[in-house]
């Protein structure tokens, strides 16, 4: 289930962000939570991801960033670009430069179009289960969203790698989130009913890149992006 709340913040500084994105995007995620959240000083968004709603419109997202805004690329994964939006020219609108980075989230191989609801009905925690209508104005949210953002709780309601909710899990508490015993456990057991295939797949990457330090091997990467970052 779904609630549709007004933004209450970031009114003048997504106007370009609309323009960008309208009818052809969505925002999920931290920025969309920090523009409706209760708190006086909500946690800030640490970027702005931005979903299109088809292959089309990814095309048309990227060249109004980089063609008609001309944001410069930062880096780019497999799974999306990220834009150098803070340190633009100074004949490039200042609205953009005071935003977080923008970063155009790629679509899925094969994908026709994206729903925002089965978009963050993937993600973990409650307080990013939610997206911004550009063309509607308003963030639509989990029916839980209000009240663990009003007290920064950390409710897991998916785990599609326990290395992962656990490294996010401790990404968040950093930015003052709290994370319940029994959010732990959900963790614990997950693991606890992986094969041990998987755990020794685990075990052994980690104890390659152990090893080598920062110097992953491009193989060892694409393992590690598959078995922990999946979303």
């Not at 191989?109 to 063309?135: H, L, Q």
């Amino acid at each position: 289930m779904r609630i549709t709340t007004d933004i209450n913040r970031g009114f003048s500084e997504t106007l370009r962000i609309k323009e960008i994105i309208s009818n052809h995007g969505f925002i999920c995620g931290g920025y969309a939570r920090w523009m409706i959240s209760p708190r006086i000083n909500p946690v800030p968004p640490a970027d702005i991801d931005i979903y299109a709603y088809s292959i089309n419109g990814y095309d048309t997202i990227r060249r109004n960033i980089e063609q008609f805004y001309g944001i410069p690329i930062k880096f780019e994964s497999a799974r999306a670009i990220t834009y150098d939006n803070q340190n633009l020219k100074i004949n490039i609108d200042p609205k953009l430069r005071v935003l977080p980075p923008i970063q155009l989230i790629k679509p899925l191989e094969g994908m026709v179009s994206t729903d925002p609801n089965e978009v963050v009905d993937k993600f973990d925690f409650t307080v990013i289960r939610c997206w911004y209508d550009a063309n509607d104005g308003v963030v639509n949210h989990d029916t839980e969203f209000m009240k663990d953002e009003a007290s920064l709780r950390l409710r897991i309601k998916n785990i599609h790698c326990p290395f992962t909710s656990l490294r996010r899990c401790i990404k968040y508490t950093k930015r003052g989130y709290k994370l319940l015993f029994e959010e732990m456990i959900k963790i614990f057991e997950d693991y606890a009913g992986r094969p041990e295939s998987y755990k020794n797949e685990c075990k052994e990457l980690i104890s390659r890149i152990s090893n080598v330090g920062e110097d992953v091997s491009p193989a060892d990467l694409s393992v590690l992006q598959r078995l922990f970052y999946v979303d």
